[in-house]
Structure formats: C-alpha cells, structure tokens
C-alpha cells in the first residue's frame, strides 16, 4: 500500500516557477513507477509526466516538454516536478500517482493516487 500527497502549488504569473513535490508512505515505494497528471476543469485527466521506479528513465507530454523536470529521490520517498516557464494553459490540479504497471502515460495504469495541488498561472 502507497500513499501519496502533493504540496508545493499555488499561484504564479506567466513565466514563473513552482516546485511541486510528492511525499509517499511505505516502504516499497522506490519500487515504483511514479507520474504527474493534471486536471482542468471541464477537461479530461491529462499525462504531465513519469520517472520509472530506478529513476534513470523519465517521459513528458509534449506540451510541457523542455520546461518541467521531473526526478525523485527514493531515500526522501518523495518525487518532484520542477515547472519552469509557466504558462495560463498549465493552470489545472496536479496529481501524483504510482504504479508498477506500464504503460506510464494513461491513468488507468496507475493503482495510488494522491488528493492533488492547484496550480493557477496568471497571464
């Protein structure tokens, strides 16, 4: 059993940066796969990002590609998501979630989910 809670959200203009972290409980956790995926409102679950359970491995949706970084550090159990260049189309709910299942990129793979952090970018 994983669970997992996001912080590091908030408010941001057009251009700034966050840091949004994913702190996880059980001792397995560096086991597992682990991906970003954020929510707009009227607007489908969407991938953001993934980094396999060795962290050697890392993949990003186009539209963020370039900008945010994703990485984890297994003796802290706790994966990140560094957002740089923010734009008002990055405005939506992140969630972290964990999996031992592939493939990474559709949130049907993926069993743990934290409750999520909003990220508003102002323009």
């Known amino acids: 059993q994983v669970q997992l809670a996001e912080s590091g959200g908030g408010l941001v203009q057009a251009g700034g940066s966050l840091r949004l972290s994913c702190a996880a409980s059980?001792?397995?956790?560096?086991?597992?796969?682990v991906g970003w995926f954020r929510q707009a409102p009227g607007k489908e679950r969407e991938f953001v990002a993934a980094?396999?359970?060795?962290?050697?491995?890392?993949s990003y949706a186009d539209s963020v590609k370039g900008r945010f970084t994703i990485s984890r550090d297994n003796a802290k159990i706790t994966v990140y998501l560094q957002m740089n260049s923010l734009k008002p189309e990055d405005t939506a709910l992140y969630y972290c979630?964990?999996?031992?299942?592939?493939?990474?990129?559709?949130?049907?793979?993926?069993?743990?989910w934290g409750q999520g952090t909003q990220v508003t970018v102002s323009s």
């Open positions: 059980g001792r397995t956790f560096s086991t597992y796969n």
């Open positions: 979630a964990a999996t031992s299942r592939y493939p990474l990129t559709t949130p049907e793979s993926y069993a743990y």
């Open positions: 980094i396999r359970w060795g962290g050697g491995s890392t």
